[in-house]
């Protein structure tokens, strides 16, 4: 099983922790747009290749390396709900991030100021759950955590007027599976 990821993306940080926690084994090849464009539809990173298994997207590969592991994968309708919010923060977030490479701004699109203000909306809804302070977190808990960590590595948005976030992704800090994932350029 091979996991094609980089050190950076948020996606396939979820999924490295995924790994880490199961221990399944599953070599990471480091790759970039050019790999994903040749090898996986999506054209994005990550996917993982079983054998003839494709998988082309985290949330499949999530549910994949839960189901191998035997472990559960959202049993309940309001994690899953709340990883789709945590989801969509970390699309807008990355999506603003890939434009702004290109020279594309939210000040030259309604759409783009809309996917600004999405970011804000879905953190403020964010900030109002119960969140775990300490192992075990679920896959909501660890994908909010991801999309956190990966805001203040790009330095892209504040969320420090959460003192609950803060707490939140300190505690999570502390946790071996999430602190060896970090991003790292
Ligand atoms: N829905 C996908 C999103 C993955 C994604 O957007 N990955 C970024 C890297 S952080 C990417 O490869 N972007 C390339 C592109 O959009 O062309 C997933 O959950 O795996």
Redesign the pocket.
């Known amino acids: 099983m091979q996991l094609f990821g980089?050190y950076t993306?948020?996606?396939?940080r979820h999924c490295r922790i995924a790994l880490a926690e199961t221990g399944l084994r599953c070599e990471f090849v480091e790759s970039d747009?050019r790999t994903?464009a040749e090898r996986s539809p999506?054209?994005?990173?990550?996917f993982l290749q079983d054998g003839e298994l494709l998988l082309t997207?985290?949330?499949s590969i999530l549910r994949y390396i839960r189901e191998k592991a035997k472990q559960p994968f959202f049993p309940s309708l309001r994690d899953y709900d709340d990883f789709c919010l945590a989801n969509t923060l970390m699309?807008s977030a990355?999506n603003l991030f890939?434009l702004e490479k290109d020279g594309v701004t939210p000040e030259q699109s309604p759409y783009l100021e809309r996917q600004q203000r999405r970011i804000d909306t879905c953190l403020d809804a964010l900030s109002q759950r119960a969140l775990a302070q300490s192992a075990p977190y679920s896959d909501f808990e660890l994908r909010l955590g991801c999309i956190l960590g990966w805001a203040l590595f790009r330095n892209r948005f504040s969320f420090s007027q959460y003192p609950m976030l803060t707490e939140f992704h300190e505690s999570l800090d502390q946790y071996e599976p999430f602190a060896q994932t970090a991003p790292s350029s």
């Not at 993306?9 to 396939?12: A, D, E, G, L, N």
Request: hydrophobic share 30%.
């Open positions: 980089s993306s948020p996606y396939v747009a994903s999506s054209q994005k990173l990550p997207d985290s949330c699309d990355v890939m």
